[in-house]
């Protein structure tokens, strides 16, 4: 009996060892397969990433183009813009003989004073008109670039 206790003692043992080999293949194939279902798995989603970063390079690339565009149409607008202003200030400036004004004034003038010495309304006294003829004259050349005087009065 004892024999036959110890046979099927060893026989245990040898389907325990059995057993655990048998568990520890099916941990490892479960392991395996796990880790194969992982790589599946994760193929699309890293194929996705690689697609993903791709499109933002291609886009990083389009901005900076754009940027390269926009700071080019900004030089060629800011060049407009200088022309522009050279226009204006050219237009609004005043190219004037002044001399020749001044000769051409006081050409009108003294046909002018000869004319109000000449007119027989007694009303009105010459003197007077010919001086703020004069004074009129006068301010009008030496601050013809300062604006207008007023002569309202």
Known sequence: MNVEIDNLRNEIEQLTEKMTTIQQNIKDLSKQQR???IKVAKLPIETQI???N???NNLQNEINTFKETRTNIQKEV???QSKIEEQLRQRNERV???SKMQSQVNQFLNGWFRFI???TDEETDASDQIDRIKQVAEDTLS???QGSPDYSS
């Open 35 to 37: 880790a194969t279902e």
């Open 50 to 52: 690689a697609v993903l």
């Open 54 to 56: 791709a499109e933002i």
């Open 78 to 80: 800011d060049g407009m």
């Open 96 to 98: 004037v003989n002044l």
């Open 117 to 119: 010495a000449h007119r």
């Open 143 to 145: 601050q013809y670039y």
